[in-house]
């Protein structure tokens, strides 16, 4: 098993202090979701949100805190698409951003973690009816407006 750990940069710490306050819409986002595409099916499976935690039943396991929410509108990165277009939502739609602490990949996943042999210390989800979209972002900068195009990595879609 390979374990990926990931260090928080410090002045993101006030960032995420402050959305503490927000409640996290993952309460409602909690549960199994089915690949609803080849992509979430060659990648992950079916997927598995908990409050702490993701998991693919192809071997991934990933603990995760909240990072915040922004809308749709809000860039993914300082030279990249809006959070909505990147998730196919509208620009008002909350958008949840997860930071994974550590995660364990199996070496027998096919295309390894989120992002193929990658640490993918970000994420960015939302909700579309019984839909699940889900970005996955690599690099040490948060997914957002400081973050870069070059670090996102794909989209996943799931069914509850």
Known sequence: ???????????????????AAIADP???????FQ??????????????????????????????VGFGHVQGMVKSAEDGPTFGDMLGVDPE???TLRRIKSGIVCPSV??????????????A?????DGLR???????LPAGPSGRRADFCRTYN???
Not at 26 to 32: A, E, F, R, Y
Not at 114 to 123: G, I, Q, S
Not at 125 to 129: A, L, N, P, R, T
């Open 134 to 140: 889900l970005a996955a972002f690599k690099g040490e």
């Open 93 to 95: 739609t909350s958008v």
């Open 26 to 32: 993952i309460q409602t986002i909690l549960g199994k």
């Open 125 to 129: 989800y939302v909700m579309v009816g």
């Open 35 to 64: 690949p609803a595409s080849t992509t979430a099916s060659a990648y992950t499976g079916v997927l598995e949100i908990t409050p702490t935690e993701v998991r693919g039943t192809l071997g991934q396991v990933y603990q995760t």
């Open 110 to 123: 096919p295309n390894g973690g989120l992002c193929d042999d990658e640490p993918a210390p970000y994420l």
């Open 1 to 19: 098993m390979r374990n990926i750990f990931f260090v928080l940069p410090a002045a993101l710490v006030g960032i995420m202090m402050a959305s």
């Open 158 to 160: 799931y069914i509850r």
